[in-house]
């Protein structure tokens, strides 16, 4: 039998996934119930685009629905109590500046399950984070990118 894929994530991840979940199961899913039986009232499905929308819209919320159930039932919160507080790990935010720039970055690493790089939230598995998990401020890291890698100089860690 194959290994079930565990899900690392914050605290506050886990919260936001069992919320999402609430929200398809109790909002989303009626939400398209309602808009299949409208559509349905138009007539002859065959031609019905409404009605073929609606049925799409509910395989990927039944979809997702799947999905976020396997996260929670297979995750794994990460507590950092025995991290030290200048040392980079999961649930942790870091700023960090490239060798020789002057622009900082600063990111929150998560799990993958909760990456949002948009909003500054990077997964522990990204090439980035994987190399800083475990460095401490002051450290210089190389980061490997695609073509090459990238010197940076961790400037703050911090538990927000």
Do not use: H, W
């Not at 039998?1 to 979940?21: I, S």
């Not at 199961?25 to 009232?41: F, N, P, Q, T």
């Not at 799409?56 to 794994?76: K, L, P, S, W, Y």
């Amino acid at each position: 039998m194959a290994d079930t894929k565990t899900y690392q994530m914050t605290r506050e991840g886990f919260e936001e996934l069992e919320a999402e979940l609430d929200n398809l199961k109790l909002v989303k899913r009626a939400e398209v119930v309602e808009r299949i039986k409208v559509a349905r009232s138009y007539g002859d499905l065959s031609e019905n685009s409404e009605y073929e929308a609606a049925k799409d819209e509910q395989a990927f919320v039944e979809g997702r629905i799947a999905t976020v159930e396997t996260m929670i039932r297979n995750a794994e919160i990460v507590d950092n109590a025995g991290v030290k507080s200048n040392e980079v790990a999961l649930g942790k935010t870091v700023t960090f500046v490239e060798v020789g720039e002057d622009e900082k970055e600063t990111y929150k690493i998560v799990g993958s399950a909760e990456a949002d790089p948009f909003n500054g939230k990077i997964s522990n598995e990204s090439p980035i984070a994987a190399a800083l998990i475990g460095r401490k401020t002051g450290d210089t890291v190389m980061i490997p990118l695609p073509v090459g890698e990238m010197e940076v100089k961790i400037v703050k860690v911090s538990s927000k």
